[in-house]
């Protein structure tokens, strides 16, 4: 099944053929991978227990372990990250005075096992 490529917050691509651009390799995973952090749990009509809601830690004070436990959580579920080598998420404080949050994802890509770095921030 191929995903149409859609980065969050953005607006449909069109390929050079003139249809809907479809999105491939590490491209798909981090559109999967923010679209399930950014989801929020019972939005998903089709699967209520999708998402992971990073959105209710803005506007908040944001605690870098709380973050770090719903992308973990997130990514053992998303069926498009290879769980060996296990996916790693270190989450720290980078902004203390506004309460953002930043996470460091590490997974494999799989199509060679080669380490992918995506991030995501929260506050």
């Not at 069926?79 to 296990?86: C, F, G, Q, S, V």
């Not at 309460?99 to 997974?107: D, E, H, L, N, S």
């Amino acid at each position: 099944m191929y995903d149409i490529f859609l980065e969050w917050g953005s607006d449909l691509a069109v390929s050079t053929s003139g249809d809907i651009a479809l999105s491939t390799g590490t491209a798909t995973i981090s559109q999967r991978i923010s679209r399930r952090l950014l989801t929020n749990p019972g939005d998903y009509i089709w699967n209520l227990d999708y998402g992971g809601g990073l959105g209710q830690f803005v506007g908040s004070p944001t605690y870098p372990a709380a973050v770090e436990a719903v992308v973990r959580t997130q990514l053992l579920l998303e069926p498009a990250i290879p769980t060996a080598p296990t996916p790693t998420v270190s989450a720290r404080l980078t902004d203390a005075a506004n309460g953002y949050v930043t996470a460091a994802i590490t997974y494999a890509d799989p199509a060679n096992l080669a380490p992918v770095l995506f991030v995501v921030s929260a506050g």
